[in-house]
Structure formats: structure tokens, C-alpha cells
């Protein structure tokens, strides 16, 4: 490659200079161009590698759905508490006429609710104990 | 960023105060049902250890609430959509009665097929228990009544 000798800047000259001996150099460590030969092996050589993977793949997605199956089968179930099983049931589910026909609290104040009456304390009766 | 933490502040109230609302609205119908003398498995479940539940009794509650689970699993879609259908005859005014009460009938049949399912599960949980268990139970609600100043009926 010739310098372009339109170049007036010698800052400029140099550089361009330098880099057409810097690509020379590397022309000269550069590996050779594959031939059309060898490009046509190369590319039966991949699409062999190729295909055998792809061949594999629906065959590794079957084993893994299959062990997924037999995981989630034998897979030991935790058994739930009883009591948070029945409130989800009762709080999916609600009796649509007995809240229509209910009483407002101004009509009723006792139907009022109190809020922690049915929490047990430790406010047990200490002197009787069930499980005796 | 002022505002932005009062808006956050604000919507944290509201969500417990939504949640608080609905969990007293769960309570009257437990303060119902004990004042009937039975007794919801999460009550008994939460005070397991008080009230001595022994690992069979746990295990044959277990299954009395499966159980009652597989007989309302069907149930539970046609009431709610029967339920959906009856609100929307009753939005609409006027209302032609004959159509709107036949769909009550539905709704009130599927309902007390439900409710006959939850008496089953609950009676079959009281006979779980013992009689020390229920004596317990009962005198601890007693107390709690009387010391909220409630009548005490059916205890």
C-alpha cells in the first residue's frame, strides 16, 4: 500500500507509514486462507456435529421430563395441617343468602364481633390438664 | 420521596385494615358454630398441644377435612356460579320473580348441600375428641365469654 502522498501533515505521514509496515507484518504471521476444499470439509465436518446434537436433543428432553414425572411421583407429599386445609376451604367458599339476609350491626349490636374471642391464652384453667 | 413514603404509609393501613375486616368477618361464623357446641379443626389444630391431640386424633381430623374437601370440590364451582347468576337476576330491576326465585332455589339447594357437608365434618371432628378435650374447650370459652360479657348459650 502506497502512502497517500496527498497526506501534507508529516504527523499524519508517520503514522500512516507505521501502520502499512505494522500490516505487513501481520501478513506475514497470518494464516493462510482456507481453500474451497477445505471449506467444504469444514462444513460437512460441522453439519455432522451439528446433527448428532440435534438428533440428541429431543432425546435428552424426554429422559429429563421423564425423571420430572417420576420425581413428582415419588416425591414424599408433606402432609398439611388440617386446620389451615379447612380454612382455605371455608375462605374460597362463602354462603352468598346468609349474607344477604344478615343483620346490620345498628339493627343488632350484639351480632357485633369482638376481636380475640377465641384466642386461648395462657389464661387455662392451670388444675386440669386433658391429656392426663 | 416525601410523598411517595406517606402513599406507601397510607396503602400499608389500608391493607390491614382490609385484612383485619375480613378476618373478623371469619369469626362470626366460628362464634356461631362454638356456640353450637362444635368446634372448627383450626381452632383445635392451633391449641393442639393444650388440648393433648394425640397423632391419631390429628390423623383422623386430617382426613375428616379431606374428606368433606372431596365432597365440596364439585360443589364448590356450580355454587359459585349459580351464586354469580343469582346476583345478577337481583341487580336488575324490575325483577321477573319467577325466574330470580327459581334461581334462589339453586343457589339455596347447593348451599345446603354445603352446609350439610361442613355439619358432617364437624360433627365427625367432636367425636374425635374426648371428653376432657370438649370439657376443656367448653370452659375455656365460657370464661372468655364471660369475661367479654356475652351470653353463654348452647356451650
Known amino acids: 500500500m502506497k502512502?497517500?502522498?496527498?497526506?501534507?501533515?508529516?504527523?499524519?505521514?508517520?503514522?500512516?507509514?507505521?501502520?502499512?509496515?505494522?500490516?505487513?507484518?501481520?501478513?506475514?504471521?497470518?494464516?493462510?486462507f482456507p481453500t474451497g476444499q477445505e471449506l467444504l470439509i469444514r462444513a460437512s465436518a460441522d453439519a455432522a456435529i451439528s446433527g448428532a446434537w440435534l438428533n440428541a436433543v429431543?432425546?435428552?428432553?424426554?429422559?429429563?421430563?421423564?425423571?420430572?414425572?417420576?420425581?413428582?411421583y415419588l416425591k414424599p407429599t408433606v402432609s398439611q395441617d388440617p386446620g389451615e386445609l379447612y380454612a382455605d376451604i371455608m375462605g374460597a367458599n362463602t354462603v352468598a343468602t346468609d349474607s344477604l339476609l344478615s343483620l346490620s350491626g345498628t339493627l343488632a349490636p350484639q351480632s357485633l364481633e369482638v376481636p380475640g374471642l377465641f384466642d386461648f391464652d395462657s389464661s387455662f384453667d392451670d388444675t386440669f390438664d386433658a391429656r392426663q | 420521596m416525601n410523598t411517595f413514603k406517606a402513599l406507601l404509609i397510607a396503602l400499608s393501613f389500608y391493607l390491614a385494615t382490609m385484612a383485619q375486616a375480613a378476618d373478623l368477618e371469619g369469626w362470626q361464623g366460628k362464634r356461631d358454630i362454638l356456640k353450637m357446641g362444635l368446634y372448627p379443626p383450626d381452632i383445635i389444630m392451633r391449641h393442639q398441644q393444650k388440648l393433648g391431640v394425640s397423632v391419631a386424633q390429628r390423623k383422623k381430623i386430617t382426613g375428616a377435612v379431606k374428606a368433606f374437601q372431596s365432597d365440596i370440590a364439585e360443589l364448590q364451582w356450580s355454587l359459585e356460579n349459580e351464586q354469580q347468576i343469582m346476583r345478577q337476576t337481583l341487580i336488575g330491576h324490575p325483577i321477573a320473580s319467577g325466574d330470580a326465585l327459581q334461581q334462589v332455589e339453586r343457589v339455596l339447594s347447593l348451599e345446603s348441600q354445603f352446609k350439610l357437608a361442613h355439619f358432617k365434618l364437624l360433627i365427625a371432628i367432636k367425636n374425635e375428641l374426648s371428653d376432657e378435650q370438649i370439657d376443656l374447650l367448653q370452659r375455656t370459652l365460657k370464661r372468655r365469654m364471660e369475661a367479654k360479657g356475652l351470653s353463654v348459650e348452647g356451650s
Open chain 1, 3 to 32: 502512502i497517500n502522498n496527498d497526506i501534507i501533515d508529516p504527523v499524519e505521514k508517520t503514522l500512516a507509514r507505521r501502520f502499512r509496515e505494522q500490516r505487513e507484518v501481520e501478513a506475514l504471521h497470518a494464516p493462510a
Open chain 1, 58 to 72: 429431543p432425546k435428552f428432553a424426554l429422559a429429563a421430563s421423564v425423571l420430572l414425572a417420576v420425581f413428582l
